[in-house]
């Protein structure tokens, strides 16, 4: 059987080439099964990033410390601009959910409703809750690609429950920053299993103050979500210099843990 497994890159200046690193230690973990996986990047970056550089370039004559001050712009603009008056058509909110929907189009027309494996790296972790969360509630969500019939698919149709992850078996987060969007808030909620096999595997180092447990966050969160604890970033001499320290939180996809984790996961599906 074929699954597909979908990348979404974090906060940050990400380049289209995010996830190559990921695909090919993955296809090395998988071997000949590798043929039976089709596999999908959802680059959301091109909605933020045009803005995100002109802002910056304006400002770099007037500033040091430069690529801090880049990655904190980029990163938590990343943040606040997905989450800033998100109810709004064609606001940064639905525009990044629409790249998801997109590619999620792409896949059922290629392949029809096969199982769905995604892995989510840290601002991409809450664009996948809020999507899961959004697409529950459809055509009623309040924001986003789910708030009234997007394009007229017949809501019952194979396509459109694709379109909702139906078909997610399971969903990897790395580096989640979640709790720092849900902190602020009462009675904090989970959305629902969108499947009824789902496993939500959610990875973080304690060194990274970027990535969180997601288990002590709610009741919800903790009935739903397997925390995994790791030292990321156990392969490689150039690792060493960032696994003790917050530079862990860019290193989750090349840890073994994580590798061998979702490899697995992948072949049982099959």
Known sequence: MTVALLAVHGMGDTKANFADEFKAAIRKRLGAKWQNVHFESVYYQPVLQGSQKQVFDAMRKHIDWMRLREFMLY?????????????????????????????????????????????????????????????????????????????????????????????????????????????????????????????????????????????PLSADHAAQVTDMSINAGNLGLGAIFKSWNPLSHELYWGDKAVLTHVASTIRALM
């Open 75 to 215: 990163g938590f603009s990343d943040a606040a601009s997905l989450e800033f008056k998100k109810d709004e058509v064609d606001s940064p909110y639905f525009r990044a959910q629409e790249v998801v929907l997109n590619v999620l189009d792409r896949v059922h027309q290629s392949l029809g409703d096969v199982p769905v494996v995604i892995i989510a790296q840290s601002l991409g972790c809450q664009l996948l809750s809020s999507y899961l969360w959004d697409a529950e509630r459809a055509p009623n969500a309040f924001a986003g690609v789910f708030k009234g019939n997007y394009d007229g698919i017949d809501p019952a149709s194979p396509q459109a429950q694709f379109r909702r992850l139906r078909s997610l078996q399971a969903l990897y987060t790395t580096g989640n920053n979640m709790p720092i969007f849900a902190a602020g808030h009462q009675n904090i909620r989970s959305f629902s299993k969108p499947h009824p096999n789902f496993r939500w595997f959610n990875f973080f180092d304690e060194d990274d103050v970027l990535g969180w447990p997601m288990q």
